[in-house]
């Protein structure tokens, strides 16, 4: 079967094989997918995610050892998570609830490492518990996690001054940003930490995330290196790991074009070699591992046209995908059941939530849409369901697995009940 080429403005993205019109993922036709379980759902390809942890794995680790830390906000479904533990994968996580569905996933709590901001005294105490490794982000945390022991090897994030991203909302590493130990402060901390008595094994600096550039990463590397030095020359720590963060993008557009992870790793690698003494790396890709491995699917319910635009109105929104709505991320969208069919004309792709904001892709070329028609959102993996809510009352939705052409539920859809599975009604209120 012939790879389908997408076309919109000349840009071509990922193909998919195509099936007499019907796209084919993860060896299924996506509108049975669709027919399945319902939509909108979220459909994982399992060998896509595999290979891309395993490319990011071998680039850098042909080279040095490095550890990658998967960035588990990105997408935290147990099976997911399972997969990549299965492939021996860290983790990096961002909250006590990321650590323990981690645990729950069979990640040992060493291969969890922990990087909070603004991480309360009862967050620490859990952590503890879990014995994850704790990257502290603040002095203030330093103190507190004195207190509490000092018995844990432990790193520090920084500020770097540098910041990446696709967006300003998630540029972390600029100067003056709420996270990291401030540049200036970094020696005086690490110093502080050894007198506290702990054990100080790493750095670690994260510049924002889903940039295509090496530049960011070049730089936030020459910084961390700097700092290592310093820190061994005024404490006398020998620092064991230097971890450079997330942020490696994909691309979402067709004409954009994908980070080189072998020029990436063999920059990173021979800087780091030259400066310093670190043996190995740690890197924490959240969105380049589960990003292009998921598509949403959506069910076209509406067609409309209103003069100067004409609308794809499907069953997901905001509330299911709010990248687009909150960073005005572009998403590739594909009507899989006419996969091979020519455009007839622009639309917008539109949800069922209330409000004007609320798009999934706007003057899209597409055949002839209508009503049942099965609407494919490529790159749906990161950030998508994890950042899904239950706004307007609409319950989250389904996730699947696909395997070389067998499909498994790893999520059910939320029921209308459990929406109101937590609310109590004052029995004053009832009579
Ligand atoms: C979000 C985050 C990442 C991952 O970012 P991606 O762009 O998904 O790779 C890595 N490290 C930290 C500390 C983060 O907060």
Known sequence: MPAQQVHYGGMRVRDFENDNGMMIFGGMRAADIADRFGTPVYVTDEQILRGNYRRIHEAFNSRMP???????????????????????????????????????????????????????????????????????????????????????????????????????KVMTGGKGAKFGIPYNRVVDVYARAKDLGFDVKGIHAHTGSGGLSTEPFSEVVDVLCGLVNDIEAETGIRLEFLDFGGGVGVPYKAQEEEI??????????????????????????????????????????????????????????????????????????????????????????????CETGDYLAHDRALPDPEEGDVVAVYNAGAYGFTMSSNYNSRPLCAEVLVNNGEAELIREAESIEELWRHQRIPERLMR
């Open 66 to 168: 490095t550890e990658i830390h998967y960035a588990c906000k990105a997408n935290t479904n147990l099976a997911i998570l399972s997969i990549l533990n299965q492939e021996g994968s860290h983790i990096d996580a961002v909250s006590i609830g990321e650590v323990l569905t981690c645990l729950k996933a069979g990640f040992p709590a060493d291969r969890i490492m922990y990087t909070g901001v603004n991480v309360s005294d009862a967050e620490l105490k859990a952590l503890l518990e879990t014995g994850c490794r704790i990257n502290v982000d603040s002095e203030s945390e330093l103190e507190r996690l004195a207190k509490l022991t000092t018995d844990i090897p432990i790193s520090f994030r920084i500020t770097p001054g540098v910041a990446s991203g696709h967006s300003a």
């Open 260 to 353: 080189d992870l072998d020029e990436l790793a063999e920059e990173i690698v021979e800087t780091v070699r030259e400066e310093t003494s670190i043996k190995t790396l740690a890197l924490e890709p959240g969105r380049y591992i589960v990003c292009d491995s998921t598509i949403l699917l959506t069910r076209c319910v509406d067609v409309k046209d209103a003069g100067p635009k004409k609308y794809v109105g499907v069953d997901a929104g905001f509330n299911t995908l709010i990248r687009p709505a909150f960073y005005d991320s572009y998403h590739y969208v594909a009507i899989a059941n006419k996969f091979n069919r020519a455009c007839t004309a622009k639309y917008d792709v539109v949800g069922p939530i």
